[in-house]
């Protein structure tokens, strides 16, 4: 699984997988123009796009109605280093009993985002750039 950034300009980065692309910017408050979500948005759209889509699909092999089901996500960032230090995925779904709304529980811990995020997974950085040559 690939995505690739595109420098455009400023704050701004086209974000380009499988042929799909959206805009990536900076609010204007922080030197942006406030074109499209910024990094730490993508992340948190990335928890409650994967947290809905494992909760619709409990109730789909159900048979119990989708209609309604959303899902927010919230967090708390923290300094030195910058990063977020908690979040919370608030899942709002039609009228369950109590059986149906531990299995949506059940579903949304299996998110490939939200285990993702639990393990710490390990990244590697590398730089790909041409050497200058020496003057």
Do not use: W
Not at 35 to 48: C, D, R, T, V
Not at 89 to 118: E, F, M, W, Y
């Amino acid at each position: 699984m690939e995505v690739k950034a595109v420098y455009l300009d400023d704050s701004k980065f086209e974000l380009a997988a499988r042929g799909h692309r959206v805009i990536c910017d900076q609010p204007l408050d922080n030197g942006g123009s406030d074109a499209g979500m910024s990094p730490p948005e993508f992340l948190l759209a990335s928890l409650a796009s994967c947290a809905a889509y494992y909760a619709a699909q409990y109730l789909k092999t159900r048979g119990l109605p989708a209609a309604g089901l959303e899902v927010r996500v919230n967090a708390e960032k923290a300094l030195q280093p910058a990063r977020f230090s908690a979040f919370r995925i608030d899942v709002s779904a039609p009228s369950l009993d109590d059986r149906h709304q531990a299995g949506i529980l059940r579903a949304v811990k299996t998110c490939l985002i939200h285990n993702t995020l639990l393990g710490g997974p390990s990244i590697e950085i590398a730089v790909n750039a041409p050497a200058l040559a020496a003057a």
